[in-house]
Structure formats: C-alpha cells, structure tokens
C-alpha cells in the first residue's frame, strides 16, 4: 500500500472498472431486432400513404407514400444504428445521452405505425389529421397533470384529478346550458374543480388524513354524485340542463393553414389556447418566480421553508386548490368541446392517466405536457386504426403506446424523483 | 444588540421542556448554552426564534418587549438562526436557499438572482467562505452546508446568530475553521448564541456560559471553568471525564482481516484492500473523518454489505460470505452507527428491543412461541444493570433519550457470550453521564478477554479508549499508530498523511 497514491488520486485506481448499466443499450438492442424482423422484414408488402395536407390547407404538400416492407427495413436499420451507438458508448464507459432513447422512441413508434398501417385494408392515414387529433384528445390530461404537478410540487399527492375532472364536466355542462354560455361553463368548471381540491386540501392539510384515500374517496363520491344528478336530473330534462353548445373554434387567420402544425397550434377553442398558455405559465411561474420558489421549498423541505418565514400549510392550501380549478378546465373540455353533453363517468378514468402523465413527466409541465400528447397519441391511433381497417385487434393496438409507455419509464428514462416531501403531511415542531 | 429572556417557560403538555429560564445576551458576546442532549436548549432556541410560542415568560430586544408569532418576525426583529439538521432544500442551488423567504425579484415576482449572487460573494470574501452561489446543495459537504446556513442568517444581517450544535457534524479541523468564524463574527458586532455539550469547544470560545440541566438554568459559569466543575453543572453529579483503564493485556490474536475491498454501486472502492488484526483482550479504534469507508468496514464484517472481497476470520472461521444471523452466531456483537435506524426498533418495547437477536431461541422462546415473561424479566435485568432510564420495560424504545436508546443496543449486543465486540460511533448524540458509564461497559469488556473494534469520529473518543489506533482515510488504511499517538499526528492521518511524517510509503 502506497502513501502517495492514498493522499494524491484515492480512488483513481479503481475507476476503469466501472461501468454504467447496460439497461438502456440492452432495451434499444431488442427493439431494434424486433422492428428490423417484425416490421421490415416480415411487414406488408403494400405501400402506406401518409397525408401531411388536408385538402383544404391554403399549401399543398405532396403525401408520403412509404412501401411498407422498405420502409420496416430503412427504419429498422435506423433503429439498430442509434442501439449500436448506445452499446459503443456503453463499452467506453459512457452514458447514453437522453436525446437517445427519446429519438429511439420516435422512430420506433414511427414504425409501429408504418407497419400498422401498410397492412390495413385502406393503406392511407392522413398524419396531420393523427396528431390534431391527439392534441385535442390530450387537452384534458395535460390540464389534469398540470393540476398533480402544482399539488405534487407543494407536497400533496393529488389522486382526485379524476374527481376534479369529472365535476367541471358535469358543471359545465350544467351552468353552460342554465345561463346559456359557455365560456359561463368554463369558469363555473374551474370552480368546481377547486371546490373538490379544496376537500382534499382541508382534509389532509388540515386534518391528516392520508392524501392517497381522501383522494380516492373524491373520485368516488365525485363519480357517484354526479352519476345521481345526471339520472335523476340532467337525463330526464336534457334541454333545460344538457345541451351546454360548445365553445367555439377560433382559427387564427394565416397561421392556422400552415400544414401540420397550422390545425394544432391555431385552430382552437379557447380551452385549447388555454392548455398552452396554462403550460407556460405554470413552467415559468414554478422556476422563474418566487411564488414557484417558495411553492417548490414547501414540497421539498417544509420545515425550511417554515423557518424562512414562509407558511408552509397555507401555501399548500391554495396550491392544492388552484391545481383543482385548472382540472375543472380540463373537465369542461369533455363537456364543450369533444362532445356537447354530459354522461355518466364521461372522465373514463382521464385523471389517472394523467396522473401516470405528471410522472412520466418527472413532475415537470412540459414534460407532463409531452406525456400528456404520447397519451393523446394512442387514444387517437386507437380510433383511427379502427376506421383504416387493421387486422390487429383495436384491444391490443389501444395497448401498443402504454406498452411503449411502460419500456419508456422502466427502461429509457431512469429514476426519476418526486418531491421530497410529497404526500407528507407537515406538523410544526 | 442587546436579548433578553424573562422568565421564559415552555410546556407540551404536562411536560415543561423550559421552566422560568433567564438569559442575558450581550451585544458582541458569544454566550454559550451548556447542557446535555434533551435539557431543553434547542427549545429555548426554537421560543427565541419564534417557532414556539412560549407557555409564559417574555423576549426582549435592546430593553423592548417583543413577540414572534413566527420565524418572519424573529428575523426582522435581527435574530438569525442554524438548527442542527441544516434547514436546507438539497435540490436548490446555494443562492435559491439563501433567496428563499426574502427573494429578491423584478415585476411581477419573477426571480432575480443576480442581487443574492453578489451578497453571498461579497459575505464569502469577507469571512473566507469558499462557496459557489450556483451549486447545488445536495453536492457540498456538510461543513460547507453549514456555511450557506450561517450565509443566509448573515444576509438578512442578523445581529444575534444561534447556532445549535453546530459541530456536532463537523471534522476536527471543520469545527476548528467554524470557532475561527465564531470569533470573527465576533469581531464585527455580531453576538452569537452558541449551543453545545462539548466542553473543549465552550471553552475554547466562549465569552460567558450558562449551564442548563432538565428545562432549567443550573447558573452561569465563567469560560476558565474547568472541564470537571462544567461537566458536573450539566449532570448534577460528579462526573469523571476521564477514564480508569487499566493497560491492555493481549493475548491471542483470534480476530484477522486481510486484504478487505468493499466495491460501491458506482464503481468506486470505498473500502480498498485494508488487513489489520486484532487481539483478545484488545481495543483497536479506527479513526477517520465521516465517510471514509468506516460504515462500509463495519458492515462488510457483519455481511450487510455486498460486493465484498478478501478475508474476515474469527477464531480462524472465515466469516465472509455467511448470512449475518451465522456471523452473529458466531459470537459476534454490533453496535450500529445510527441506533434509530439500525440498532432499535422504534415503536417496539425496550423490553423487545433486548431480545432482537435473541428472541428465536432458549430462554425466549420454544418451538414456534414466545415468553413474554422471559423477555421482560431479562429486560428487568437488563434495565437494572445498564441504568437505563425508561418508565417501564414495556414503553417504546423510540421514546428514550438518546443515552438511553445506546444503553439499551449495548445491553443487547453485550448480553451474549462474545467472540467480537465491534461499536460504532458508541456515545454519538449521548449525554455525557451515559458516555462516562458506556466507554465503562467497552472496556470490562475488554478485560473479559473480547477483541473489541471501536469506530468512531470523535478523536477525544479513540484516544480515550484505544489501545492502538488505525486511521481511514478514503477507504484505505493510513495506518496503525499507538494510543499514545499525538493529536496532531492524528489529525494529518486523517487527511491522508502518513503516520511517519511526509508521504512515504510503508
């Protein structure tokens, strides 16, 4: 044993041995062999034609016509590429950057699609037409994990986002036909959704209670509530109190003919425009403000922020209750603009996903939001494959992206950590 | 700035923590608070700062009655404070904690940093803090933790700064930099409120002292006491602070470790190739600053630890590679570094707590059952012999004070006939009447002829009990020096030099 080493480099000397885990080049390397023999060498043989333009769209861009087993085998050969690179950093000791596995996904689910596609009877999808509609379908997960991510960063488990979302539907649905407006709807949502935070904030701020069972029981009492309202007086009386109209698409001139992007980003209701704003506004208030600062210590270290003079119970009260109202937001979405009425659990169980979205997003509003549009992303390929006649069974395509979803959490994104001091109650002293 | 506490009380419950408490603290004073784990100081402290609402009793600044309904008004009022566990959010950089509470921010509350940067620059060149406004503080070491902790006091320009055991975290050479610190806040006006229950540090920089015991001021000691009559205020009772040991008589060398490498999950070898041996009727302590691979040695001999090579034998068994219930079979006692989390279980009964290892066999328990009335009349013993003061055999372990939760893992580790005795950090966060009694109980056990390996991190500790002494160092060995070693030499072991002086190799 030598002195000198101990004292100048302790530790060098064992450094070549370590190697980073081989979970991330292994994944992508098994994806990769399944997409090269699955999707290209054993894909169909028909070639897919995939619509950028809608026929109406001010510029016209030519569709993408990809024969299907060409294509499987060009993507496949991508895929195993970025899996080589992934497994070349790996044996130099390095890490794979995180641009990687999120670009694997991409491709990979690019040519999922392809291969669905190419074999169904109808060979063309119009891809504008698939991520417009994911984003509408995603509008109410991305308000709902926006509401976990406020509750989370401040120290509350929020569970009830299916209960929040489910009471601004029914409200919205209800205050917008009563007063005959439904931008009226939208607010009286908003409250609604609060109120039922503001239950779960009283019960486990104030009185301890475990967050994850007073939220469970929201979602159920919410859920029965409104299942009884609805039968005894919505359905019976539809046109006094069911037929909220909707709220109106406002395209921005120009913008919205701009091909793919034009339809997603300006030809929204207000709730849409809503979701983007509400995204910004939350990312750069909880990192850039000192509201989001204080928010952040009270759901990392309360007892911190207590002793810098910050009211750690009382943040977290209005915290919780503001995440409430932008779910009802998101409720309202069912009820005025994806359809124009309410029915019973017309949630459908949107605010767990939502929840699984906020995680996913690593308790960040843009990726909730980024999780949010993947989520949107199957509801639609689900709906859409239906109507292009694929031989897979609808069950196991609506499976496909959660799959990807589940590979995607275990596998590529690594550990992620959730506010210290989420789901714990704080008791001064 | 002058404070003041008038007849300040304190009760939760029927409990008073303080009772009719008098303290006078001068401006530019650094006034120690004396008393043992549990008197009641961090209660005065956490009134002070307004974080209790006293049960009676008044607070008084410059001669003017005052009220803190909070931690806010405690700061405006220029009280600053540095609890024990650092208040610090570790995902926050060091400028977002120091912001935190009085950010500094543009229209419409957006953040503006730059201002607290230049303040945290500009009190790190004034006392020589080397801290970076921008790093992490999940990153830093405790010691420079400690400062952003005073940093943040130091902004708010807090004219009376409370640091509650600040060293108790700290290396030798930390809690030297921190009294330097002390003096030079000192210097500039700042009077401090400095809580401790070591002497050598009261003494070394107090101005006055105040001796607390059981929620209440025993009386005011000037910093010449000696270690002797200050120790006795804080007990209540004669206390020897210095140890009857007889010198070691080695017999056979039955415990060996050769060539010891424990591999951590990032690669690195946080115990690296370390042989040492020890014998019968022998107390070697291994020293070191925290996290130099002593928890990792400990627990590689007990076999909690995984990815472990070379070679453990006692009484020529190789102890490697066998479950820790045979490792403890083996003869085998362990005392944890941390008995909260290790050592006891908390909600179970002292009287449990003593049979953890031994509740599956004769006398406890036959066939697949229990006696109950065999563990509380070995925990009634138990209680007598190790003076250990609960209400009851039956109360929750996790309701002891601290030296009364390590009397009751030493009481079980000690009950067994033993081949091996290892304690880590035996007396940390212990009183000083149950260190006395504890470092007793080490050594009768080595006189029985056990081969005793101490770990601790406290160098008054290793020198008063160790019969030689080997220093860690980033997981590896530094050496092996006598007991009589000089504290300076072991203080540079510790940071990695040699015992021979230089960097020579041996």
Partial sequence: MSATSTASAPGATALPAFRPSMKVPLTLGVLAVIALVFFGLLGPGQTAEMKISDPGDAVAVPALLIPGQVGGIVL?????????????LWTRNTRSPRWLPIAFSVVFVFAVLLWIVAGARQPSISLAGLIAGSVTLAVPLVFGSLSGVLCERVGVVNIAIEGQLLGGAFTAALVATVTGSPYVGLLAAAGAGAAVSMVLAVFSIKYLVNQIIVGVVLNVLVSGLTGFLFGTVMAPNKDQFNTPGRLD????????????????????????????????VVWFGLFKTRWGLRVRAVGEHPQAADTMGINVNATRFWNVTLGGAIAGIGGAVFTLVTIDSFTKEISGGRGFIALAALIFGRWNPIGAFLASLLFGFAYNLQSILGIIGTPVPSQFMAMLPYLVTIFAVAGLVGRSRPPAASGIPYVKG | ??????????????????????LVVESAQIHCLLGENGAGKSTLMNVLYGLYEPT?????????????????????????????????????????????????TSFGGVLSMDETRTKIREISKKYGFDVDPDAL???????????????????REAKV????????????????ELLDIMRQLKAGGTSIVFISHKLREVQAVSDVITVIRRGKVVGDAPPTASATELASMMVGRPVSLSLDKAPAQPKETTFVVENLTVRAANGTNVVDGISFDIAQGEILAVAGVQGNGQTELTEAILGVQEHVTGSVTLDGKQLLGLPVKEVLRSGVGFVPEDRTVDGLVGPFSVAENLVLDLYDQAPFASGISMKPAKVVENAKAKIEEFDIRTPSAGSAAGTLSGGNQQKVVMARELSRPLRLFIASQPTRGVDVGSIEFLHKRIVAERDVGTPVMIVSTE????????????????????????????????????????????????
């Fill in chain 1, 249 to 280: 698409i406002l395209p921005i001139p120009l913008l919205s003919d701009i091909p793919i992007i034009g339809p997603i980003l300006f030809k929204q209701s207000v709730a849409g425009y809503l979701m983007y704003v509400a995204v910004a």
């Fill in chain 2, 56 to 104: 009676a009793g008044q607070i008084l600044v410059d001669d003017r009655p005052v009220s803190f309904r909070g931690p806010a008004d405690a700061m405006a009022a220029g009280i600053g404070m540095v609890h024990q566990h650092f208040m610090l959010v570790p995902v926050f950089t060091v400028a977002e904690n120091v912001a935190l509470g009085a950010e500094p």
């Fill in chain 2, 161 to 176: 700064l409370i640091l509650d055991e600040p060293t108790a975290v700290l290396t030798p050479q930390e809690t030297d």
């Fill in chain 2, 1 to 22: 700035m002058k404070l003041e506490l008038k007849g300040i009380s304190k009760a939760f419950g029927t409990f008073y923590a303080n009772q009719d408490i008098d």
């Fill in chain 1, 76 to 88: 496949g050969i991508l895929l195993l590429a970025m899996a080589a690179y992934s497994i070349y």
């Fill in chain 2, 459 to 506: 160098l008054d500790e290793v020198v008063e009990l160790a019969d030689r002494i080997a220093v860690l160092y980033k997981g590896k060995l530094v050496g092996i020096v006598p007991a009589d070693t000089p504290r300076d030499t072991l203080g540079l072991m510790m940071a990695g030099v040699g015992p021979e002086g230089g960097s020579d190799d041996k």
């Fill in chain 2, 137 to 155: 503080v999940e990153d830093l070491p405790v010691g420079v933790q400690q400062r952003v902790e005073i940093i943040k006091a130091l902004v």
